[in-house]
């Protein structure tokens, strides 16, 4: 097993680097870069894109340099000064291996327009997102798996039928229309004012007592923990439902039975072990994916300031640092993810044996 782990960890850094080779190379095509940005306010477009669009190429005049939307009528001495602050004097390939030689040693940089840390940035939002992320994860189990056990115990009755019709619902809900269906029932959008309409915490926060700060956390992140957990449901319990009457239609159970071992020896004893081997295991996948897609219209929805909004404002700004740090540093989380996945495979089940699947 410990080949096996140093191979998967010797090729976090080609893929890593792939990634970024991508991602880089795809920024040099896209109009809207950050100099353009702060040339299109300056000339009081308001935005970059307006401009791209041709609604403000009434108020450009022929001088200045003609290379950046909305730099006519500029000084090309400011704007050589402004490639300069932002790097863009310097070939492409050069500011590309001094980014990865920057990020090799977790030096992100700071933001562009923020004037703080890439990291701090990040530092700052992470609880939202890992609010968002773990509760969602954690509910989703322990319904999930509970509901799937029952389902395949009782395949076939009429439990195993409305409660399908009910998750395959819920799935079929978009998360962000369900998130809007909440704040108008339970808001103060049309019926009962119960959950604040925003944030992660109260106003009176550092008022409040250690107990009152944790009910206040819960009562503002039950909401949105629920809108982005519904359509998690349906995949997980018919996974664990599928995966139970995969084993208990095995020989070994029969066996067992037979023995006159009592039925819940059997299924919890024997079964159990069996059938959430792919369950448990993809535990740290799932929180990943819970945690780093989904959450911007959730986020934007109950006005909470995660990580899912400062992507989404980072990328519309062209704040490169903000947009390429955040891209390796959870690249590098997604890539450990997934050999922790293989690991949890190894520790529910300590049969399984990677490197002999792979001679």
């Keep these: 097993m410990g080949a096996y782990i140093i191979r998967r960890l010797l090729l976090v850094v080609p893929t890593l680097i792939g990634i970024m080779i991508i991602n880089f190379s795809l920024t040099?095509?896209?109009p809207g870069g950050p100099v353009e940005q702060i040339l299109a306010q300056l000339e009081g477009q308001g935005d970059v894109f307006e401009t791209i669009s041709g609604s403000g190429s009434e108020t450009l005049d022929t001088g200045g340099d003609d290379s950046y939307v909305g730099g006519r009528g500029l000084p090309p001495e400011f704007i050589a000064e402004l490639e300069k602050?932002?790097?863009?004097d310097k070939p492409p390939l050069?500011?590309?291996?001094?980014?990865?030689?920057?990020?090799?040693?977790?030096?992100?940089?700071?933001?562009?327009?923020?004037?703080?840390?890439?990291?701090?940035?990040?530092?700052?939002?992470?609880?939202?997102?890992?609010s968002l992320g773990l509760w969602s994860t954690l509910i989703a189990y322990l319904v999930s798996i509970p509901l799937g056990i029952r389902k395949a115990i009782k395949d076939?009755?009429?439990?195993?039928?409305?409660?399908?019709?009910?998750?395959?619902?819920?799935?079929?809900?978009?998360?962000?229309?369900?998130?809007?269906?909440?704040?108008?029932?339970?808001?103060?959008?049309?019926?009962?004012?119960?959950?604040p309409l925003r944030g992660l915490t109260s106003d009176n926060w550092d008022q409040l007592?250690?107990?009152?700060?944790?009910?206040?956390?819960?009562?503002?992140i039950a909401l949105p923990v629920l809108a982005s957990t519904i359509s998690a449901f349906a995949t997980l319990t018919l996974l664990t439902k599928n995966s139970f009457l995969d084993e208990i239609k095995k020989q070994y159970v029969i066996t067992a039975k037979a023995k006159g071992l009592a039925e819940n020896r059997v299924l919890y004893g024997h079964v159990f072990r069996n059938a959430m081997l792919i369950v448990i295991a993809g535990f740290p996948g799932l929180f990943l994916g819970i945690f780093l897609s989904g959450s911007l219209i959730i986020e934007t929805i109950f006005s909470l300031d995660g990580l899912g909004r400062l992507a989404f404002?980072?990328?519309?700004?062209?704040?490169?640092?903000?947009?390429?740090?955040?891209?390796?540093?959870?690249?590098?989380?997604?890539?450990?993810?997934?050999?922790?996945?293989?690991?949890?495979?190894?520790?529910?089940?300590?049969?399984?044996?990677?490197?002999?699947?792979?001679?």
């Design 209 to 220: 007592s250690f107990f009152g700060k944790i009910t206040d956390y819960f009562w503002h």
């Design 28 to 30: 040099q095509f896209v």
């Design 85 to 88: 602050e932002f790097g863009f």
């Design 94 to 130: 050069e500011r590309f291996l001094n980014m990865m030689w920057n990020y090799l040693r977790f030096d992100f940089g700071e933001s562009y327009f923020r004037s703080i840390g890439v990291l701090e940035l990040v530092w700052e939002k992470l609880p939202v997102s890992i």
């Design 156 to 195: 076939g009755s009429a439990f195993d039928t409305w409660t399908s019709g009910a998750i395959i619902v819920a799935y079929a809900i978009p998360g962000f229309l369900f998130a809007i269906l909440l704040l108008v029932l339970f808001a103060g959008g049309s019926y009962y004012q119960i959950f």
């Design 313 to 359: 404002e980072a990328t519309v700004a062209r704040d490169y640092p903000v947009v390429f740090g955040t891209l390796y540093f959870f690249g590098l989380i997604g890539l450990i993810i997934g050999i922790l996945s293989d690991l949890m495979y190894v520790f529910v089940d300590p049969r399984i044996d990677f490197e002999s699947r792979e001679t």
